[in-house]
């Protein structure tokens, strides 16, 4: 039960009413205010590289993405192609992240770094995002936050039956861990009219924004900063989603 393995062929259709132009105009926004209007970027956790494209339309010049799953990678090779970009799609661990050269900017949105469970993980990608930055470039991504893991996921069941796919969807929220196991199931239907059943299993860790800043410091970063959900103030106890900013400074070598 892999997560995003047979799930990325469906993961478009099921995120049809995300606004991604919205999306990576609101990243762009942040690095703007971090200094960076990046012409090379690095799009860790890129899925199907829906924002990746969006980037590469709003003008960013080099762009690389990066995921773990090459399921999602090869929709996302598919996408580019089709919209006559040239994007090179890379299968890769963010937590080791290593690209041919030094880039403007490290983005990882769509909780991302939420997949990073343990300490160990979340500290190497902020090193190996750290390392593969140019001097004043900056690092940005998002997470979703421990009340929506908690209190608005938490221990629920969601489902949804459409024309050509139903899920159902279970919850479990380990307060210790402050992890959420997401247990999904899908119904697909195959062009003889029967459905074809397959299973995935999430795994989410909520970090609190402490957290999140003494590891980036670790890493040596400097000028972290922490934003609300689609917002440009700091975060609010109840928002789902926060994201962050973070600086390489100029001689930042390690």
């Known amino acids: 039960m892999a997560a995003y393995g047979e799930f990325a062929r469906l993961y478009d259709s099921l995120m049809g009413d995300f606004d991604y132009p919205a999306w990576a105009g609101h990243y762009l926004e942040l690095l703007a205010l971090a200094g960076v209007r990046p012409a090379s970027l690095a799009d860790c956790a890129c899925g199907t590289g829906a924002m990746t494209i969006e980037f590469a339309r709003a003008g960013v010049s080099r762009l690389t993405g990066v995921d773990i799953s090459e399921e999602m990678l090869s929709v996302a090779q598919e996408k580019a192609r089709r919209a006559g970009l040239k994007i090179p799609f890379v299968k890769q661990d963010m937590a080791r992240l290593t690209l041919p050269r030094r880039v403007d900017a490290i983005v990882a949105g769509c909780d991302g770094v939420n997949y990073l469970t343990k300490r160990v993980q979340l500290d190497a990608f902020f090193e190996r995002a750290h390392a593969q930055l140019k001097d004043g470039g900056a690092l940005a991504f998002d ?99 926060m994201h962050v900013t973070a600086v390489r400074a100029f001689g930042g070598n390690r």
């Open 143 to 241: 997470v979703s936050t421990e009340h929506k893991l908690s209190a608005v996921l938490g221990d629920g069941f969601f489902g949804e039956e459409r024309a050509d796919v139903a899920y159902l969807w279970w919850n479990r929220w380990d307060d210790e861990a402050r992890t959420v196991t997401m247990e999904l199931t899908f119904f697909v239907r195959e062009e003889d009219g029967r459905y074809r059943r397959f299973e995935e299993r999430h795994v989410q860790r909520a970090w609190t924004a402490d957290e999140l800043r003494a590891a980036l410091e670790r890493a040596g970063f400097s000028d972290i900063r922490f934003y609300g959900e689609y917002r440009l103030d700091p975060p609010k106890h109840d928002d789902a989603r």
